[in-house]
Each structure stands twice: as structure tokens, then as C-alpha cells.
């Protein structure tokens, strides 16, 4: 792997990332889950890879997602959450807000359309982060910073919108090898000169429910590995009850299960990325990499689904965004062939061609007390892809 090197200030963090999770795995017996090593390497407080300084979004980080890359990703949204917002109570709750410029989008393009909520909050686990969005709402649109509250918890109840871009794919996961003697949970223990390395033990418990359910078949030689997002799904249900009436978006990268687990892809969909490089190896520099699998949208639905939701629509990111108007948006931004204009014809085409984020991105609504058809999903819908 060719990686630009971190400066030594960023391997001095990884290094007591490091010191930390090997007390985690010699204090556990010698091995703890994969799940327990990715929460702790993405969210430990000062050290993990959301919760430490590492730089994360834009170009002079590690990735860049929709809201990042162009405001019409937020501006044709709004369209879905105005509507919903009608249909419901004149609310917005962002789950995992990044940098907070999806919410300066929403807010200044419902603003502009005379729809702005009466409040909008952000749920984010890292307190870095969280600082980082209260900056840009006070730089990006001081005057509706005013509507802007931070939870520090799931509320007990709430109606309205909720909008989570791309957190689904960085809860942890849960890795597990299929092989000829086998069920296996893979998990990170210690070599002879104390490096990671993975290990399998015999799945058990709820874990092994939840991939017996998979039928997924034993190979007769070598093994099929991949991912199990127990917390992903835990986390839809938590929200599903919560919520009295409105509709959640969930937006990431992801497969029907069909899909997610074809017989092909049998070395999962774990991926690691640091400044820009996507590589395959959750133990380089621990803290300083982001560690993401894709998600699997049928288990999403059947979580929204089994706590009395309904599943509106599921369709493609760029089937969202057309249904929204994002070309409206783009032909309002700035006249033709203006730099601006290109810029943003330039950013649309990856939000929405099938060989960039266009087909792979997913949005799924789930919903309560909605019977209206949502707009995002009038053309393309995919439910019967789940
Ligand atoms: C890949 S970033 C995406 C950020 C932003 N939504 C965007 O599209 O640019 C994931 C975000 O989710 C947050 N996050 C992850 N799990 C979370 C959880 N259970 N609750 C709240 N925030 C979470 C991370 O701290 C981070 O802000």
C-alpha cells in the first residue's frame, strides 16, 4: 500500500489508540469481536477516528460525501423533508450532521422556500464534530443558528423529519467467516511481537442467530466473509419507536441483502479510508483511518418494518435527487456556463452518474402515519428490490 504518511503528531494519537486497544484485547482474555475493536478505533473520546482531531471530510481529509462535495445534494433534499414536514409536525432531526453544512443546506433552502422548521437537531456522537457543526452554522447562517440544538441523546419521543447521511456504514460491525467446519466470528487478537491480528472463535449467541437467518451456504473449501451491522439494526428500531409521526431518511452506500451477500463478494465489504486512499486494512494507524462497511437495506427495512414502520421507498441516490428537482436547482444556482454553473454541473454528475455515487448510494424512508406518496421515490423506486 502506497499511503501518504501521517505527521508525527497523528501517529503519536494512534499510538495510545493503539496502547489502548491492546489493553482492551489482553484485559478480554487474548480477543475481543472486530465490532468492539472498529467502535473503539472510530469513537473512543480524544483518540478515536470521530471523536480525535483527525482532519476526516473534504479535500484535505479522508473522504468526501454528498454534502461535502456540492449544496445541491441538501438543496434538492429539502423537497423530501419539506414534504414530510407537511405530513407531519414542522421538525428536523440530523443524526451524524459531519461538518454540519447538510444543515446549513436544508435550513437555507427551506428558508428560501418559506418552510423552515420550528427547530432543527443534530444527534452526534463526536463532541470534535459537534463543535465543528456549531462553527459552520455560526460562519454559514448565523441568523438560523438561533433554530439549530444539539441532543445529547436519542429523545423519547419526536415527529417530523430525520435525516442521516452516510452513519450507517460507520456503526460497527460484526465480521464473520463462513467455512467448510463452520460458523466463525472474526475478531482482532495479538501476534507473537504484539500486532493485531485477526482470529477466528466459533460464532455464538445473537450473533449467530442473525447470520443463521442469511442462509448463507458453507463453502466446501476456503471461506466467505462478511459483515453483520447488528448496531445498525438495533439503531433503526431505537428511532422506529421513538418516532410518533413523520418519515426517517437514511441515505448510504448498500445492497439489497440479495445482493449484499452474493456468493461472489466473498471478501465482504469492509473498506478503510485515509486521505482518499481506500485500503483494506483496519489495523494500520488505528484512530487516523475511517472504517466503514456498506449496508444491507433489506435488514434496514425489516428493523423500520418490525417496530411498526412503514417502508415508504427505497430507490437510488440519483433517482432521489431527480425526483427532488437537483436540475432546477443546479439551472437556479447560477446562469449557463458560468464557472459556478460548471462547478455544479461538474458535482452533479457525480451525485448522480451510475459509475460515481449515482447508483450505489441508497436512500431508504421509513415511515408513521404517512399515506401520501413521498416525492423523492415517485420515479425509480426500488421496494421490490428489499
Ligand atoms: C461518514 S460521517 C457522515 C457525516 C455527514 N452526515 C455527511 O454526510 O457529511 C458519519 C457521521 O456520523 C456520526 N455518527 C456515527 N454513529 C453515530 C451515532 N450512533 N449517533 C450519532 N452520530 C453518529 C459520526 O460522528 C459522523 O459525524
Known sequence: MNLPQPSADALEQS????ALLKDRITQAGGWIPFSTYMADALYTPGLGYYSGGARKFGSGGDFITAPELSPLFGEALATQVRQIMELSVPEIIEVGAGTG?????????????????????ILELSGELRERQQQTLAAKAPHLAERVS?????????SGALVANEVLDVMPVHVLAWRPDGLFERGVSLDAEGNFAWADRPA??????????????FPSEGEYVSELNLAGEAWVAEWAQRLEQGAMLLIDYGYPRAE???????????L???RHHAHPDPFLWPGLNDITAFVDFTSVAEAGFNAGLDVMGYTTQAHLLLNCGVLACLERRAPQESPE???????LQRLTSPHEMGELFKVIALSRG????????MRGDRLHAL
Open 15 to 18: 499510538t495510545q489508540m493503539r
Open 101 to 121: 453544512l447538510l444543515a446549513v443546506d436544508l435550513l437555507c433552502e427551506l428558508e428560501r422556500q418559506g418552510a423552515l422548521p420550528t427547530r432543527y437537531r
Open 150 to 158: 444539539w441532543l445529547d441523546a436519542m429523545p423519547e419521543r419526536f
Open 204 to 217: 455464538t449467541g445473537r450473533v449467530a442467530e442473525a447470520a443463521a437467518r442469511l442462509e448463507i451456504g
Open 260 to 270: 449484499y451477500y452474493l456468493p461472489s463478494r466473498s471478501t465482504g465489504t469492509l
Open 272 to 274: 478503510c479510508y485515509y
Open 341 to 347: 454553473y460548471i462547478r455544479g454541473s461538474k458535482a
Open 370 to 377: 404517512i399515506t401520501q406518496p413521498l416525492l423523492g421515490f
